[in-house]
T-cell receptor, first 111, second 114 residues
Framework: EDQVTQSPEALRLQEGESSSLNCSYT??????LFWYRQDPGKGPEFLFT???AGEEKEKERLKATLTKKESFLHITAPKPEDSATYLC????????????FGQGTRLTINP | DGGITQSPKYLFRKEGQNVTLSCEQN?????MYWYRQDPGQGLRLIYY???????QKGDIAEGYSVSREKKESFPLTVTSAQKNPTAFYLC?????????????FGPGTRLLVL
């Protein structure tokens, strides 16, 4: 079964304390791995797409990396405004433009 | 400004009532999607449409219906057959071409049962 699993479910950090979020997947023939940020009561905001193992993408304090089995979202020196739920997703192999989403990691940055 | 709009932001449904959630996009995207989000769970696909006048069931289509008469619009009806409709509903769309699997989301509609 195609699955995307995120860990941890929730993470609390102090401002400036760097860490990583994990997204592991069992989707065969991966055609991309997507990261989104979701603020409470709002729709997910697209962050990154990674297509191949070894690829990295950065945006401000966020850096996403991809291996053959998992992806990491590294957050460096986070600020309180980085608090959000981070979702990852992967396309299902059947080619119907469908994504399967992980449950998300709820990140809280304390000032 | 191009984007995806959903209305209303909050919707209240009475027992036995059908309600319709609106989703409009002016991004010229071909594909559109409806998801349901429950607390602590990932997004679950209800219906999706890759072209006008065509749509397919997702993983949890029971109790829902859709139409796609215009490229810009993909309304979702929550019928009385959906026994647990309280959730956050998200509409998304994706562009044609090489970026076709990147989905962009609207702001969401929260549905509550009275």
């Amino acid at each position: 079964e195609d699955q995307v699993t995120q860990s941890p479910e929730a993470l609390r950090l102090q401002e400036g304390e760097s860490s990583s979020l994990n997204c592991s997947y069992t989707v065969s023939g991966l055609r991309g791995l997507f990261w989104y940020r979701q603020d409470p009561g709002k729709g997910p905001e697209f962050l990154f797409t990674l297509y191949s193992a070894g690829e990295e993408k950065e945006k401000e304090r966020l850096k996403a990396t991809l291996t053959k089995k998992e992806s990491f979202l590294h957050i460096t020196a986070p600020k309180p405004e980085d608090s959000a739920t981070y979702l990852c997703a992967a396309p299902v192999p059947q080619g119907a433009q469908k994504l399967v989403f992980g449950q998300g990691t709820r990140l809280t940055i304390n000032p | 400004d191009g984007g995806i709009t959903q209305s209303p932001k909050y919707l209240f449904r009475k027992e036995g009532q059908n309600v319709t959630l609106s989703c409009e996009q002016n991004l010229n995207h071909d594909a559109m999607y409806w998801y349901r989000q429950d607390p602590g769970q990932g997004l679950r696909l209800i219906y999706y449409s890759q072209i006008v006048n065509d749509f397919q069931k997702g993983d949890i289509a029971e109790g829902y219906s859709v139409s796609r008469e215009k490229k810009e619009s993909f309304p979702l009806t929550v019928t009385s057959a959906q026994k647990n409709p309280t959730a956050f509903y998200l509409c998304a769309s994706s562009p044609p071409g090489l970026d076709q699997e990147t989905q962009y989301f609207g702001p969401g509609t929260r549905l509550l049962v009275l």
